[in-house]
């Protein structure tokens, strides 16, 4: 794709040949509060040095990226995974995948670290978390796996790479809103171990029991009794600070450990089902395609297939 094509959508908008600071990619948006690039790459490439002076949120569209941080740190970068890069970030990237074809794209949001200060503190003022605060975590690399992420991602690219859409006022702003909120949620949802917590929230709390226990998590009214709440409050603070709602997030929960079920043994779908969490297997299995786009057997199957 040649960016050099893409028409001025603004007085702000702005794309332009490869940044000496950014290796890989073009920067095709350009504010104080942020700087956006599309990376398309079209044949194999390796060993490609990227540095970033700013906090990076970066999402694969199609394809497949190695990365490596250092020589002991190296993981590979799927489609629709979300990678988080603190400021000062140095890389080597390999594409394996890319060709004129099938072309490795990436879009990646580098974002002024006051602006992260300023939106944060903005969201514990006008949308509090229970006993907590908002907190974005940008100190270390990690990998988010999230459909609505990935939603918002695709949406800013679109929006970029449209040569008809006329942005609004404020588009990156409003876009960034919606992609914090989502990436803070997503690391509520993948809580870290909590015993090096002093006092974790009611919500912390609930979410390490879930992800600990899932099989033994039932219904709302449990975890009400166990958070002292009413079903109103409970999912009014579940679906702030997680995005989802408690019934959705055990759900997730359940089939996360099906997975890992499925991926260690070949025991019967019904009894992994059960093992899960499930009572009625006919209603895990269509769970499970619901989520991961095949049934647990086939999910099952793939697995003996790559052995």
Known sequence: MNLNNFPLLSNIFQHSK????????????????????????????YQIPVAFSNPVFSNIINGQKQIE????????????????????SHLKIDFPQATSK???????VSINPDFLIKKTEMLNEKAPKLNSEWNLNI?????????KINQIFHRIT???????????ENWEESQLDMLLIAIMQQQNRELPNLKSRKTPSIIQSLVAFIKENPEKTGSLDQLCNQACM???????????????????????????KAKNILSSSLIPIKEVSYLSGFEDSN???????????????????????EC
Request: hydrophobic share 30%.
């Open 283 to 305: 209603y895990f299995i269509r769970l499970f395609k619901k989520h991961e786009g095949i049934t647990p057997k086939q999910y099952q199957q793939s697995l003996v297939k």
């Open 69 to 88: 941080i250092d020589s002991q740190n190296s993981f590979l970068f799927n489609k629709n995974q979300t990678l988080i890069l603190p400021k000062n």
């Open 139 to 147: 100190q270390e690399f990690s990998l988010l796996n999230s459909t």
């Open 158 to 168: 679109r929006d970029l790479l449209n040569q008809r859409k006329t942005l609004i």
């Open 102 to 108: 099938q072309p490795t794209q990436c879009t990646s």
């Open 230 to 256: 009413s079903p109103s409050t409970l999912y009014r603070y579940f679906k702030r600070e997680l995005g989802i709602s408690p019934i959705e997030f055990i759900i997730e929960q359940k089939i996360t």
């Open 18 to 45: 490869i940044n000496p600071e950014f290796v890989e990619s073009h920067s095709i948006w350009k504010t104080d509060s942020c700087e956006i690039f599309f990376t398309e790459i079209d044949e194999k490439m």
